[in-house]
């Protein structure tokens, strides 16, 4: 029966080739989107987390409820302290205190609504990398009147190194302050939301201009283990509660944002588009499996009129697109794995796409990078075969109720 | 005769209510706590939550129109200068070295982080140009005020006054004030919005002489918006009708 298969393959080698061929661009496409997909993903969790949460988020409780506002006044004194608390968790491996505010900007008559955020430049560096986003300047130092903003926002204002701007904003007591700061550098994350309306100053400085002195507006804590946030977020606030009764929420990343709620969107989604791609060309499959048990029709006559069983018959043909499914899956996902590996190591530049859709208000890096694992290219090649020999049970099943009679009167 | 009658009675009621009209009242108020010239050194204590800060500034005022304030401490708003000048208002931050005009929705701000605004601080017009007074009762209250060291509870016998806005841009549609009959000072003034919704509260206590007039040199102002929040003001040094160099109240003089 094996020898029957590989027989027929190898008879008609251009329907053969064109079968595998479509399994394995299948395959190639199913495990470059997954890869490009899982790519996506990864950096968007990346960075929503570096940025805007940290993996647990301690803030005050009032400020949570009116979190859009970024109410200064209902801060974190003495957060040094705080940070300490959350720290004393084993699985606690970085704790720092920020504060985000608003603030119009203005140079030379344009002006824009921009969030100031103040930042421990050392620990920013493991936090959010900035030190390797500069793409101008240096990155700001503690104790100093300095900026650093991002790449998008600079061009919009036209503002260049080494300008001084004045911000004139609200303390945390609603009197009015101003700071004058010198840009020092410009960073591109690729990322829009933070390119285009983000600035960075020291946090002493942050603090000295709104009045927060010893305080912060959140508290970014990084763990060991990112996905055991929940648990830590509770054990943390249990702690917290000990000593500060009934001020401060903590939140873990995974309960953070709505964006969380879009990323499970986005990932069933994709799942789907991998699974209608793969779908797709199980059709192909079925079709040229159709097609060869057509074109076979006389020669299954005869096999069945020389007593080869129904199952027999089926057997053949489901072999024959096992065999093929599985070389041409190998060859897809050897392609996939070639083409996403490119893809994690070089990537691909979107940054002039987004510059004309204008701000994204997701962190989604200009540039993307696939994620190369073998678990895809190895997803992939099972479900090129499962897929092949799925589609071919269909044919199969119309060859074995042939009749013999029948089969060999057509030409 | 019932004409002359009818005249004579119309004439009775209308100048025993003129007596005390809540026109009168407010007028005789005006007159009271406004002076040609005057120079006042103040503390203002500001408590938010569980802080409390404390800013001292000094002010000069001319008329009820124009006025120059400059802070001396704490050491984050020293040289912190604000200039007003009929409807305008400036200030001057010597941390940047620049002067702001104080303008639209800044104007409703918190001057200094207290829970007066800009726009109170700036209240130039008389009361009577913008609203309609009508007296509602006599009532003696009690207003506590503060001596610095100690608590006083001040009783005082009041007319109670209510201000309906005429005109449509104020902040304040409607204001209700005590004012104390024996010295003319509105010891409690509440202040609400067009909603009916209650604002804001000033209490002015330690009422003092100075020369013919009766001056309060302790200020509470509570914005209710604000949680937990009220500003004292305690006047430590005063001096009226006073002669004082022009050039003070310029824009120039911020910059000095």
């Known amino acids: 029966m094996f020898k029957i298969a590989l027989r027929n393959i190898f008879r008609n080698k251009r329907r053969s080739v064109l079968t595998g061929l479509s399994i394995a661009v299948a395959v190639m496409i199913a495990v470059y989107l997954w890869a490009f997909f899982s790519g996506i993903m990864d950096d968007l969790f990346d960075n929503m987390i570096r940025l805007n949460n940290g993996h647990v988020r301690i803030l005050n409780s009032n400020y949570e409820k009116r979190e859009r506002m970024l109410p200064l006044e209902a801060n974190i004194p003495d957060y040094l302290a705080v940070e300490k608390v959350a720290a004393a968790d084993p699985n606690v491996t970085l704790t720092v205190g920020r504060i985000k505010f608003g603030v119009l900007l203005e140079h030379k008559g344009k002006n824009k609504p921009v969030f100031g955020t103040g930042i421990v430049p050392e620990t920013e560096s493991r936090i959010s990398r900035l030190d390797q986003k500069m793409v101008e300047g240096r990155i700001i130092r503690p104790g100093q009147e300095e900026m650093n903003i991002g790449v998008a926002l600079s061009r919009d204002l036209g503002l260049k190194l080494g300008d001084t701007l004045t911000i004139v904003t609200q303390t945390a007591y609603g009197s009015i302050t101003a700071m004058n700061l010198k840009i020092v550098g410009i960073f591109n994350y690729g990322v829009q939301s933070v390119d285009k309306t983000t600035f960075f100053l020291p946090l002493d400085k942050a603090q000295q201009l709104l009045d927060l002195d010893d305080r912060v507006t959140e508290i970014f804590v990084f763990i060991k283990d990112m996905n055991k946030a929940p648990a830590i977020a509770k054990n943390i606030q249990a702690k917290l509660e000990e000593v500060y009764p009934n001020k401060y929420t903590t939140k873990a990343w995974q309960d953070q944002q709505i964006l969380y709620f879009y990323m499970v969107v986005a990932r069933n989604v994709y799942a789907g588009l991998y699974f209608l791609v793969l779908f797709l060309a199980s059709f192909t499959i079925l079709n040229t499996m159709f097609m060869s048990v057509l074109e076979r029709t006389k020669e299954i006559g005869m096999m069945k009129a020389l007593g080869m069983k129904d199952r027999q018959v089926m057997g053949v043909i489901l072999l024959e697109a096992l065999m093929i499914g599985t070389i041409a899956s190998f060859i897809g996902a050897v392609w996939g794995s070639g083409i996403s590996y490119y893809l994690a190591t070089v990537g691909i530049d979107f940054t002039a796409t987004f510059e004309e859709m204008g701000t994204l208000n997701f962190p989604i890096n200009s540039v993307y990078r696939a994620i190369f694992s073998w678990g895809i290219v190895f997803f992939g090649f099972c479900m090129g075969v499962l897929f092949s020999l799925l589609a071919a049970i269909p044919p199969a099943l119309r060859a074995s109720k042939m009749e013999p009679t029948e089969a060999l009167r057509t030409i | ?256």
């Not at chain 2, 001596?147 to 009041?158: D, E, F, H, L, R």
């Not at chain 2, 804001?200 to 918006?225: A, C, E, I, S």
């Open chain 2, 1 to 256: 005769m019932r004409i002359f009658i009818t005249c004579f009675l119309a004439l009775i009621i209308s100048s025993s209510v003129q007596a005390v009209t809540g026109d009168e009242t407010i007028r005789k108020m005006d007159s009271n706590m406004t002076f040609d010239t005057a120079y006042i050194e103040s503390r203002m204590v500001i408590h938010v939550e569980d802080q409390i800060r404390e800013k001292r500034f000094i002010s000069y005022s001319k008329g009820r129109d124009t006025g120059y304030s400059e802070f001396i401490s704490p050491a984050r708003d020293k040289g912190v200068k604000y200039l007003k000048l009929k409807d305008n208002m400036w200030i001057y931050m010597p941390s940047v070295e620049k002067t702001i005009k104080i303008a639209g929705h800044m104007l409703r701000q918190s001057m200094m982080g207290s829970d007066i605004s800009y726009e109170d601080a700036m209240e130039s017009t008389k009361l009577l140009d913008k609203y309609t007074a009508t007296l509602i009762s006599e009532e003696t209250v009690t207003i506590p005020y503060s001596t610095g060291t100690g608590t006083v509870n001040a009783k005082y016998n009041c007319f109670v006054v209510d201000l309906m806005s005429k005109v449509k841009e104020v902040t304040y549609w409607h204001r209700r004030i005590w004012v104390d009959k024996a010295t003319y000072v509105p010891v409690k003034e509440e202040l609400f919005a067009k909603s009916g919704k209650k604002l804001k509260v000033q209490t002015l206590g330690n009422v003092q002489k100075f020369d013919d007039r009766y001056y309060p040199v302790y200020y509470t102002m509570k914005d209710l918006l604000r949680a937990n929040s009220l500003t004292e003001m305690f006047i430590t040094k005063a001096e009226f009708n006073i002669n004082m160099p022009s050039d003070i109240f310029t824009e120039r003089n911020l910059t000095k």
